[in-house]
Structure formats: C-alpha cells, structure tokens
C-alpha cells in the first residue's frame, strides 16, 4: 500500500510541474503582449507627432508642391523618420499635403515567442486656408490689378509724383488723422486694430511721403541680422503685412491680404517710391475659405 501511495505522490508532483510550466508560458505571453504593446503605443505616437509636424513644415511651402516636399522630408529626418518611408501626396488645388509613413519597431518579449518586429503607422494632413482679419497693416498695398503674386518679385507699394498717379498709395485707416507722425508710426509699427476682407478704407490726399518713408527706413534699419526676401528670420522687421485692395475711385476695398518684404525706398520728397517683394508666408489667424484673392495663408492639420 505504502508504495503505491508514493508513487502517486511522485506522479501528482510532475503534473504540477507539467502545469506551472505551461502557467509559467501563458504569463510569459501576456507579458510580451503587454509590454510590447506599450512601446508600440509610445512609438506610434512619437510616429504621429513628427508626421504631424512634417506635414505643417511642408504646409507652409504650399502652394509649391516641390518647397513643400523638401521641407516636409527635412522635417522628417530631424525627428529621426526614415525620408525613405513616406509617402507625400498633395490635392489637386496645392493647397493641402498628406503625408503618410511606416516605422519598424523592435520587440522586447515577444522575440521569445517568434516576433522580432512591428510595424506602425501613421498619417498627417495639413492644409493652408487664406486668412480674413488681420491686424499690424501697414498703410499701403497692393492693388488687385497686380495679381496674381509671385514669390520675390519686386512691387511698388508707394508711388512718386513722377509716376503720374494722383493718388500716391497710402491708406486712411480709421482713427488715424493726416498727422505726418501718425504714418511714421503706422509705416513702423503697422495698424493696431483688425481690418477684415471687404472693409472700405479711405485714400490719404496729398503727400505723406516723409513720415511714410521714415517710417519705412526705421523698419529697414531695425534689421540686424542681414535678412533678405528669400532668407529671413521670422521676427524680422522688415516683413510686413499690407492689403491686397480693389481701387474704386474715392476708396479702396480690401479683397485680400499679403506678406510683403521691404526691399528698399528710392527717390526723395514727393517722387520717393517703397518697393517690397511678395513673400510666401503664413500666419495664425482667422480664416475664410470663400476668400478668393489673399496671398496670406494659415496653416492647420485637418485631420
């Protein structure tokens, strides 16, 4: 009786260790699968920020499908994304990019259970919308017979009394009187107050070419850092925001705005002309996509 006894004891002792084993393997596995699946979330949404911020980069280029691809690459290998495995496409009308890209991940635990790998991925869009209301204009334009825009082509914003014109392009915005110092002020520092696409503004008669101009040379000579149109810093006081209008004769109707910048001032006295160059340059603003003819642009993920 005795023998049998432990035989049976011995017996139950390997089928507990037969048991734990196969407990020990399960627990294995969830392990695997719950740590493994941490770091793919972490992964997936280091993924989905950089594709994120790639996309705005390359958003800011539009409507230039190849400015645009550049910086969304560039963008993408700074925050360690492998240039090779995106894919970028854009909408028919440039206005929007959609990137998406894979990224292979190393597993920890589940490497014993066969899997070396995964993928993630993700996707980003970014779309520029023109902007409606601005605030900070300075008081000259651009008329909208001059559109449309190209990039770092030179625009007289001012003109001289040679050039025949009696209206010389500088705007009355409201509040401010035909004080020579107020339009230094504004040439400077721009208009304080929002003015919005289809608002009337008034013409400035005679000519504010001294306090206009000084106004402009004190924005030039804020410029310390040797911007040029094409290579700028953003705080550069040399980029300006002006209005796209519409001449109706007594008045202006503003259709549109514009990033501008200043090139340079030439002539003297009443003959003195501003001349700026159009610059593709986004802002943080309100928007409105029923807004035909503005050259300045917001840019925001749209999904």
């Not at 294995?28 to 793919?40: E, R, Y």
């Not at 925050?79 to 990224?103: A, E, H, R, Y």
Request: hydrophobic share 40%; aromatic share 8%.
């Amino acid at each position: 009786m005795l023998p049998l006894i432990k035989r049976l004891v011995k017996d139950e002792r390997g089928t507990v260790i037969v048991v734990i084993a196969v407990i020990f393997t399960i627990l294995l596995g969830f392990v695997a699968l719950s740590v493994d699946t941490g770091i793919l979330f972490v992964q997936h949404s280091r993924l989905g920020r950089a594709m994120d911020a790639a996309a705005l980069a390359g958003a800011q280029e539009l409507p230039d499908r190849d400015k645009a691809r550049q910086a969304a690459l560039d963008y993408a290998g700074k925050n360690n994304i492998d240039p090779g495995t995106l894919n970028i496409s854009f909408s028919v009308d440039n206005k929007q990019i959609i990137l998406s890209g894979t990224k292979n991940v190393d597993l920890v635990f589940a490497k014993f259970l066969g899997f070396e790998t995964s993928d993630v991925n993700a996707r980003a869009v970014a779309v520029i919308k023109p902007i409606s209301i601005v605030k900070g204009l300075m008081p000259v334009g651009i008329g909208d017979d001059q559109l449309p825009l190209t990039e770092g082509q030179d625009y007289m914003l001012k003109g001289g009394a040679h050039d025949g014109a009696p209206w010389r392009g500088i705007l009355k915005y409201p509040g401010y009187g035909d004080g020579g110092a107020d339009y230094r002020e504004l040439a400077c520092h721009g208009y304080n107050q929002n003015i919005k696409v289809g608002d009337t503004e008034g013409k400035v008669s005679g000519d504010k070419s001294g306090p206009t101009m000084q106004g402009v040379t004190d924005r030039i000579e804020a410029c310390t850092d040797g911007c040029t149109w094409n290579h700028y810093t953003e705080e550069c006081p040399r980029v300006a925001l002006v209005p796209i209008y519409h001449d109706t004769g007594e008045s202006v109707t503003v259709v549109g705005f514009a990033s501008v910048f200043i090139d340079r001032v030439d002539g003297q006295g009443s003959n003195s002309r501003l001349w700026a160059r159009y610059i593709n340059h986004t802002i943080s603003g309100e928007t409105d996509d029923s807004v035909p003819d503005s050259y300045l642009n917001s840019v925001r993920l749209s999904e």
